[in-house]
Every structure is written in structure tokens, then in C-alpha cells.
């Protein structure tokens, strides 16, 4: 059967264009369509249940996105060579899509669905989830499935003042804002993003300028819709009891509304809370509540709900008393762990977090091997978030998708406050040990602290708040909530993240639990976020204002030195040998990455000697002597025919001083001029152009005597009167003075030397001994 392919085109503007196509691939899913930017496809799928689960008040929504590595034309790392388990920046593209799917779909819509999105052809110069958003959105609208409200997302970058829709990486590398925002074609749904210290009105402008966007990508969407109509399934809408509701409410109503208004810590209110829900339950019989248990909870929260969002509306009272703006107390103490290399605790009323930092070198980088990208991390930030931070006990199952979100909303909201000459690799860790409301922005705090206090360059202090958001669209009523708890941000209707410096923000948040959030809203939320964060942020450097000097005594120092490409073999020797036994010898760590041809060298370790020991020997390995320059060295060995010396500036750099070197006048003996140990100047002379070998010279620094008359050269000269020819023998090297007395090997007599040598075994001494 030939597929009926049905395709529609975005034009962006600039000469790029997104295809969706629908038709040709996945056609058993519930809708599927083929997106592709450049060379990049993605292929998007969904899949709902007809009916709902007994007993299930939520909706099940599952969002996947994953990248094949065969999409770059690449293998899996590892043993098995195959995808497996989802890397961090997938599970943080399926959070991007889920966070704005999830408020639209019906409130009464409870049906399992499933949308998986993949990468299936990988463009160097298209970031694909970018795109993954609206993969989602094409897909179900090709479905029956009752979603209604279609959507898109987009990344915007700033390049030179001129904002960008999708940027390459090139252009995102250049860029101070990386956002995706994710919309409706009638309000902006979702924000996530990073920026290097931009002021609200610009994050503002950005936005809007995302949303137009936007808006053209879901008119394709309807067009592609209207082409496929194959309408809305009908659905079982949940149940509902009107007469219950009115009798739970009646119970608990006025209850609830008077205990949101007594100003009651988290666990106080909780108490009082199910107290009130106990009360309600026993109001109804076993049968009713076997019958109408499920509904009778469901009214329970919703009143509730009501309750505490009504307070705030119509007393402008909070479930702790605070007003609108205000913060809760903060105290900080840094320090606080003695062995780590920077520590720091933060608290803001009963949510606390202990950030760590950990010093290391390139070596402890992580690295990020996906289809998509390649590259190292020498910032990153982890995020835990125990049971016991809420007062629960569960299992562990392994890092959450939510802590994953949440560690890398502190990691951008910090990175790019890191100073360019930091030479380390950091990781902060986060352990949240108390929640309620923003941990993620009191990983952000504590992570400053912890930073300045193990003495990383950062540029300025960053802080960061949650706003929240109560509305009533009935009545038009809306509040904005600074430094939100964990209650508000379950009942309100949105959890809008901000960090920043004193001077810009530098990464954001957004979730919108309602059909979406008016621009008047947002702006009100930004510029009250910077109040509340400017607050923090003056409690935060009253603890430590800036980055301490120097780190801290038992924290590793990180030396950086650089050396030609050709000595990079030389100091890791023959199998690794030289650079282990340094590492051993000093208690160093040595990591030498080549750039440019030049061998770049990190040296860390605590003890200040160790690291010199290191220094002095990669200068003893890159030394070169210049021709004509005066060297101090030490003679380390004495031989009959000269003496080795040591270049005291590089040691282990060892050359011959011959004994015609030593003095003017003529030396029959080495130890007449040097002795083990002493230590004098020489000049080197170069490469001897006889023996092919470094010349140094110790006479060439000393006067001539008096009446000194220069030697003629060994071939103009004759023999000496007696038959002593004395010198350098034409068939050997120079003479040595091992004796005196041997009158009987000078005699002419004794016929010619070579056959006397060639009856005699040689002495073999070693390899490191210079040879004359």
C-alpha cells in the first residue's frame, strides 16, 4: 500500500525551513510525524489508552526523547555498544516537553499516554531539542487524542543585539541568552534558560520574541491537522458526586480557611489539616465511603486547595504569615565541613541545603558523549534530594528526572560566573536536608557560598527565588508570591525560578499549571523576583563577600605550565614510566592535555614541595642550553678525562666538561682543577663539531696567563722531541691520567697500540656515563 504522505512546511525566515510530514512512518501509533530541520529528523509518536485506569485521578502522561547514536553516524560507548538508559540531557529535553503538554490536556482526561520522540539523523548545525517540542505537538495533533491546544517550543539566542530562532551551536556559543520557551498560541506555557546577566525588560523582549515564533509554528500545526481530521476521540470523563462535594465542603470548608490563616509551620499545619480530613471521613458511612471514598478525598483536596488560595486572595495572608513579597529568615555558615575543599550550609526557613566543592584537574572533567554532542564539563553541579528532607521515608531508586532538572537549573544559573583563569575542575554537590518550597534556588545560594569559601575565582556572588502565583479567573483576582513553600507551589498555579547577580539574571524556570500566563503577570513576577533576590543576595556576602585568596590548606593547588609538543614523550617516558614515578615521588597529580601542539601540564597536589619537585623537573627535561650563555652547574662525577657536571637550573641535565676545558695552563690531573660537589660557571660552546656532542668551557671564563701562547693544532704539529707524541692519537680518544710512570707504553718500541687494546676487555660503565 502506497502511504498517503501528507507535509507541511515553517519558514523561518532566514532561509531555513522545518518540514513536518506525516503519513510514512509509525502509522499503527496513535498519530506520527516526521520533523526534519537541514539533515535533522526527528521522528515523533504518540499513544493513549482508550479508557482509564480504575481508581486514577491524575494523568499518566509519559514523555521520552531519546538520541540514536547510528543518527550521527557513531557507535555507543561502553561494553554493550547499545543505547541504554536515558543521559542526563535527554532526561532534561523529555522535562522541556513534558512541562508544557502536561497543564493542557483536560483536567478530566486520565487515559495512560505515551509520547516518545527520537532523534533518527543528526545535523551538526541544528540542535535537535530544540525541535522535540514540537515533534510532540505535531504528533498528537495528527491523533484523536483529545488535546486540544497545540503548542510549540523554541530555543532564542542574542548574537550582537539581533535575537535568533534555533540557533547552530556556533551561534549559540556567541550568544548571552540560551532559552527554550514553550507556548500556546495564546500565553507562554514555559520558560527554561540560561543568560549571562541580562535585565528582566531584555528576558521580557526575548520571550515575546520566542512567542511569535511560536505562534507561526502552530498555524502549521492546525493546517496539518485539518488536512488528516480524524477529530477527538470521546473519553469517560471522570466522576463526580455533586451532593458529596456539597457535604465535604460544608465539613471542611470554613476549617481549612481558618487554618491557612493561623500562620502554623509546615508540620503544625499538616497535623491540623488531616485532622480536618479525618473528621470529614467519619461524617460518612463505611458504605459511603467504600462507594464514594475516592471522590470524597478528591473534594477534600479541592477545598483545600480552595481554601488556602482564597486566604491569599482575599486577606493577602499566607499559610505562614508572610506577606506577598516577603522572605522567610536566612542564616548561612560557610566552612562548615573540615575536610571538604569548600563547604557551605544555607537555610531560608525550612528548606536548607549543604553544598560541597571539589577541586580537581581536567582529568575529573565530565564528559558528554551523546549523538548530538561531544565535549567536557569542568563545572558541573550534582543535586540530592533525600526522603528525609520532607520527613518521608521511601525507596531509593536512583537519581530522579526532578533531581536532574533541578541540579542543572543551579549548574547554568552559576557556570557562567566561573572565571575564565579558574584552572580547576569543580563539582558542587547539593544535599538538600530540609524542603519546603525552593531547594533548587537554595542549591543555587549555598553552591555561592561553598564556591567563595573554597577560594574558586567566581566573577560576582549569584542567588536565587522562587515566585509563585495564585489566580482566579472568575473574578480576575491574582497574586504573585515571593520565596514560595512547598504548599504554595503545590496549590498555585505556577513556579517561576530566578537567579542572578546584582547586576543581571543569569538562568530561569518557568512552570505554568494553567492554560498559560499573561505578559502583565510575568512582568510583575520578574520585577518582584529581583527584589527578593537582591534580599538574598545581601545575606549571602554578609557571610562571605568574596572568594577567599588563596584555597584552603588541605586543598590541592593547581599549577599550570606549558611545553613544546616534542618534550610531551620525554615526561611521560617509556610506558608512562617517568610521569608515575614524579607523581609517586612529589604526591602529585600530573595531567598533560596537547593543544596546538603544545603540551599543556596541570599539576596538582597539596604540599607546595611536591609541586616544586615537579617544576623543576620539567624544566630539567625542556632545557636547552644557548650558545655563548654562562650556566652554574655542580660536578656530580669524575672521570680521567674530565668531569660531569649538573646544571644547577635544570637538574638531571648532565654534560661533559672535558679536561682541555678546565684550565688554560695543562692539567694532568681532574682533581687538580675540580673536586666532587664543587660548584663554578661554565659557557657553553655548542655542539662539538668532532665528537658531535655539547661543549662547555669552564677556562673560557677565565683570563689567559701571562705570556699564554695558543697551542698549534694537532695536525701542524710534530713529534715531540724524545718520541713523546703526547695529545690525541689519531687511531683513539684523548689520553687519560690514571698513572704515572708509563714510559714502557710511550716507547716507540712497543709496536702499535691497537693490537694491545684489541686483546683487552672494555670496561662498561653504564649507560649514564657521558662518553668522551
Not at 33 to 39: A, E, K, L, T, Y
Not at 42 to 68: C, Q
Request: proline share 5%; aromatic share 6%; charged share 30%.
Amino acid at each position: 500500500m502506497i502511504p498517503n504522505v501528507i507535509t507541511e512546511t515553517i519558514d523561518l525566515g532566514d532561509g531555513r525551513t522545518i518540514s513536518i510530514e506525516t503519513g510514512k512512518l509509525a502509522k499503527q501509533a496513535d498519530g506520527s510525524v516526521v520533523i526534519r530541520m537541514g539533515n535533522a529528523m526527528l521522528l515523533g509518536t504518540v499513544v493513549a489508552a482508550k479508557t482509564a485506569n480504575p481508581g486514577v485521578d491524575f494523568l499518566p502522561l509519559t514523555v521520552d526523547y531519546r538520541e540514536k547514536f547510528a543518527a550521527a553516524g557513531r557507535f555507543p560507548g561502553g561494553f554493550f555498544k547499545r543505547e541504554a538508559r536515558p543521559s542526563d540531557a535527554e532526561v532534561l529535553t523529555m522535562r522541556l516537553v513534558d512541562r508544557v503538554l502536561r497543564p493542557l490536556f483536560p483536567d478530566d482526561y486520565h487515559c495512560e499516554t505515551q509520547v516518545m520522540i527520537q532523534l533518527m539523523s543528526h545535523d551538526e548545525e541544528v540542535m535537535p531539542d530544540a525541535l522535540a517540542g514540537l515533534a510532540a505537538s505535531a504528533a498528537l495533533a495528527v491523533s484523536d487524542v483529545p488535546f486540544y491546544t497545540l503548542i510549540s517550543e523554541v530555543r532564542v539566542g542574542r548574537v550582537n543585539g539581533e535575537f535568533i530562532i534555533n540557533p547552530s551551536k556556533a551561534q549559540l556559543a556567541e550568544s548571552d541568552i540560551d532559552m527554550m520557551i514553550g507556548a500556546s498560541a495564546d500565553s507562554v506555557a514555559m520558560v527554561e534558560g540560561e543568560m549571562k546577566e541580562i535585565s528582566e525588560a531584555e528576558m521580557v523582549e526575548a520571550i515575546k520574541f520566542a512567542h511569535e515564533a511560536i505562534k507561526k509554528q502552530i498555524e502549521v500545526q492546525e493546517k496539518l491537522r485539518a488536512a488528516v481530521n480524524k477529530g477527538f476521540r470521546e473519553y469517560e470523563p471522570e466522576a463526580t458526586d455533586d451532593e458529596v462535594k456539597a457535604k465535604v465542603y460544608e465539613l471542611c470548608y470554613d476549617k481549612y480557611f481558618a487554618i491557612a490563616q493561623e500562620s502554623s509551620a509546615k508540620s503544625e499545619r499538616s497535623e491540623k489539616f488531616s485532622v480536618v480530613k479525618e473528621e470529614v471521613l467519619a461524617a460518612f458511612t463505611e458504605e459511603e465511603i467504600l462507594e464514594k471514598g475516592e471522590l470524597i478525598k478528591k473534594y477534600l483536596y479541592k477545598a483545600q486547595k480552595e481554601a488556602v488560595r482564597n486566604v491569599i486572595l482575599d486577606l493577602g495572608i499566607r499559610l505562614d504569615g508572610r506577606k506577598t513579597t516577603e522572605i522567610r529568615p536566612i542564616w548561612s555558615e560557610i566552612d562548615y565541613l573540615p575536610s571538604a575543599h569548600g563547604s557551605a550550609v544555607f537555610t531560608r526557613g525550612e528548606t536548607q541545603a549543604l553544598a560541597t566543592v571539589t577541586l580537581g584537574t581536567s582529568r575529573e572533567a565530565n564528559v558528554i558523549d551523546l549523538p548530538s554532542e561531544q565535549g567536557e564539563e569542568r563545572f558541573y553541579l550534582h543535586y540530592n534530594f533525600p526522603p528525609f528532607s520532607t520527613g518521608e521515608a521511601k525507596p531509593l531508586r536512583g537519581t530522579s528526572r526532578r533531581e536532574v532538572g533541578h541540579g542543572n537549573l543551579a549548574q547554568r544559573a552559576l557556570k557562567n560566573m566561573i572565571s575564565e583563569e579558574n584552572p580547576y575542575t569543580v563539582r558542587v554537590v547539593s544535599e538538600v536536608l530540609e524542603s519546603n518550597g525552593s531547594s533548587s534556588m537554595a542549591t543555587v545560594c549555598a553552591g555561592t557560598l561553598a564556591l567563595m569559601d573554597a577560594g574558586v575565582k567566581m566573577k560576582k556572588p549569584v542567588s536565587g527565588i522562587a515566585m509563585g502565583l495564585i489566580s482566579d479567573d472568575a473574578t480576575g483576582r491574582w497574586a504573585v508570591l515571593s520565596d514560595i513553600l512547598g504548599d504554595e507551589d503545590h496549590l498555585g498555579d505556577m513556579d517561576f525560578k530566578v537567579t542572578g547577580t546584582a547586576d543581571g539574571i543569569t538562568a530561569c524556570q518557568m512552570d505554568i499549571k494553567i492554560e498559560g500566563l499573561r505578559y502583565d503577570i510575568m512582568e510583575k513576577a520578574l520585577e518582584q523576583a529581583k527584589e527578593g533576590r537582591l534580599h538574598i543576595l545581601g545575606k549571602l556576602t554578609e557571610v562571605i563577600a568574596e572568594p577567599r585568596e588563596t584555597v584552603k590548606r588541605h586543598a590541592p593547588k593547581i599549577i599550570m605550565t606549558t611545553i613544546p609538543g616534542q618534550y610531551i614523550g620525554a615526561l611521560i617516558g617509556p610506558g608512562g614510566k617517568v610521569i608515575q614515578e614524579l607523581q609517586k615521588a612529589s604526591g602529585t597529580t600530573i595531567v598533560i592535555n596537547e593543544v596546538n601542539e603544545q603540551g599543556e601540564v596541570e599539576i596538582l597536589g597539596t604540599s607546595p614541595e611536591g609541586i616544586e619537585m615537579v617544576l623543576r623537573k620539567i624544566d630539567s627535561i625542556v632545557f636547552k642550553p644557548v650558545v655563548g650563555e654562562t650556566y652554574e652547574v655542580k660536578v656530580i662525577k669524575l672521570l680521567d678525562f674530565g668531569a660531569v657536571v649538573e646544571y644547577l637550573a635544570a637538574p638531571g641535565n648532565e654534560v661533559l666538561l672535558h679536561v682541555s676545558e678546565l684550565a688554560w695552563e695543562r692539567t694532568e690531573n681532574v682533581t687538580d682543577v675540580v673536586n666532587m660537589g664543587d660548584v663554578f660557571n661554565v659557557k657553553y660552546i655548542g655542539i662539538d663539531p668532532k665528537t658531535k656532542k655539547e661543549k662547555v668551557s669552564r677556562k673560557a671564563l677565565l683570563p689567559k696567563p701571562e705570556g699564554y701562547k695558543e697551542r698549534a693544532p694537532r695536525e701542524d704539529r710534530g713529534p715531540r722531541e724524545g718520541g713523546d707524541r703526547g695529545g690525541f692519537r689519531n687511531d683513539r680518544g684523548p689520553r687519560d691520567n690514571r698513572g704515572n710512570g708509563r714510559d714502557d707504553r710511550n716507547s716507540r718500541d712497543r709496536g702499535p697500540r691497537q693490537e694491545r687494546r684489541d686483546d683487552r676487555p672494555r670496561e662498561d660503565k653504564g649507560n649514564d656515563t657521558p662518553q668522551e
